[in-house]
């Protein structure tokens, strides 16, 4: 009599889970579309860059404001190991003479795309003799980005960017004004008055921007502005704030002196609204 063999089971044969259940396998209604990044799913989504989106999401928030005479970008600091130096730890950073940017995501995805800007920026400074407009490096970012959505072998970039600066003046009419442009991991961008990205509350901090921002701020009042809406997502006031004032004749950080006279005025603003609307409803 002929001997069935134990060692290869019928190609009709299941696979039981422990449980007893049968599992089916994934058909094409089923099946996952977020293997590769080039493949779009039937409802038109490519969710490795929906991915990357979500990483932003997870990142420390950045705040853009731009006033009237500056632009201000402020970035949630978390909190460092005790013996780490924070100095080696930054999200806004410069990229050339004009140009600051400011990150949210992934830090190391951040540190491969701004030195590829930062080549960029010495390249057109070789080739045209000028410095490059922060337009030419936003869109140069924004390509960059694009290009890791297209092609396989490669994943998008886990960041969005803020870029600050102020525009060419032979472009405007010869006055140089502030501008703020965002990009984001599927390779778009675009100018913004002010704006949020990163952390989980940022739909919340973009419409507390809408409600309070004013066109032609003072630097003080953008400076104002950007520490009310960090300190959405903030517990611990200036200690984890990191904010960068773009000028027209340069840049500089603020002192976290400086941060904290700031931030205790906003929360005694807060405090005094709160008592009076204590009184009113008493009243």
Same mark, same amino acid.
């Given at each position: 009599?002929?001997?069935?063999?134990?060692?290869?089971?019928?190609?009709?044969?299941?696979?039981?889970?422990?449980?007893?259940?049968?599992?089916?396998?994934?058909?094409?209604?089923?099946?996952?579309?977020?293997?590769?990044?080039?493949?779009?799913?039937?409802?038109?989504?490519?969710?490795?860059?929906?991915?990357?989106?979500?990483?932003?999401?997870?990142?420390?928030?950045?705040?853009?404001?731009?006033?009237?005479?500056?632009?201000?970008?402020?970035?949630?600091?978390?909190?460092?190991?005790?013996?780490?130096?924070?100095?080696?730890?930054?999200?806004?950073?410069?990229?050339?003479?004009?140009?600051?940017?400011?990150?949210?995501?992934?830090?190391?995805?951040?540190?491969?795309?701004?030195?590829?800007?930062?080549?960029?920026?010495?390249?057109?400074?070789?080739?045209?003799?000028?410095?490059?407009?922060?337009?030419?490096?936003?869109?140069?970012?924004?390509?960059?980005?694009?290009?890791?959505?297209?092609?396989?072998?490669?994943?998008?970039?886990?960041?969005?960017?803020?870029?600050?600066?102020?525009?060419?003046p032979s472009a405007e009419g010869g006055v140089a004004g502030p501008v703020l442009?965002?990009? %984001?991991?599927?390779?778009?961008?675009?100018?913004?008055?002010?704006?949020?990205?990163?952390?989980?509350?940022?739909?919340?901090?973009?419409?507390?921007?809408?409600?309070?921002?004013?066109?032609?701020? %003072?630097?003080?009042?953008?400076?104002?502005?950007?520490?009310?809406?960090?300190?959405?997502?903030?517990?611990?006031?200036?200690?984890?704030?990191?904010?960068?004032?773009?000028?027209?004749?340069?840049?500089?950080?603020?002192?976290?002196?400086?941060?904290?006279?700031?931030?205790?005025?906003?929360?005694?603003?807060?405090?005094?609204?709160?008592?009076?609307?204590?009184?009113?409803?008493?009243?």
């Open positions: 009599a002929a001997v069935a063999c134990t060692h290869h089971p019928p190609k009709t044969a299941r696979a039981i889970p422990p449980s007893g259940q049968y599992i089916a396998p994934p058909t094409a209604s089923t099946m996952s579309y977020d293997r590769a990044i080039t493949v779009f799913s039937p409802d038109g989504h490519l969710f490795q860059v929906e991915y990357a989106m979500e990483a932003v999401r997870k990142g420390s928030t950045a705040v853009g404001v731009r006033g009237k005479d500056c632009v201000v970008l402020a970035v949630e600091r978390r909190a460092l190991a005790k013996l780490q130096d924070p100095r080696t730890i930054r999200k806004i950073v410069s990229v050339d003479n004009r140009s600051v940017l400011a990150f949210a995501g992934l830090t190391a995805d951040a540190r491969v795309l701004i030195n590829k800007t930062r080549v960029e920026a010495q390249s057109y400074r070789l080739t045209c003799e000028d410095a490059p407009s922060v337009e030419y490096l936003a869109r140069y970012i924004a390509r960059t980005q694009q290009k890791y959505t297209q092609r396989g072998g490669v994943r998008p970039f886990g960041i969005a960017t803020l870029i600050a600066g102020f525009s060419d442009y965002q990009t %984001d991991p599927a390779g778009t961008h675009s100018s913004w008055r002010a704006q949020v990205i990163g952390g989980k509350n940022a739909k919340n901090q973009r419409e507390f921007l809408e409600k309070n921002y004013e066109d032609d701020m %003072d630097e003080e009042a953008s400076v104002k502005l950007a520490v009310q809406c960090l300190l959405e997502v903030v517990d611990s006031g200036a200690k984890n704030m990191e904010i960068m004032i773009v000028r027209a004749d340069g840049k500089a950080f603020m002192e976290e002196s400086a941060i904290d006279v700031v931030v205790k005025k906003v929360e005694e603003e807060i405090e005094a609204n709160k008592d009076a609307k204590k009184k009113s409803t008493d009243e």
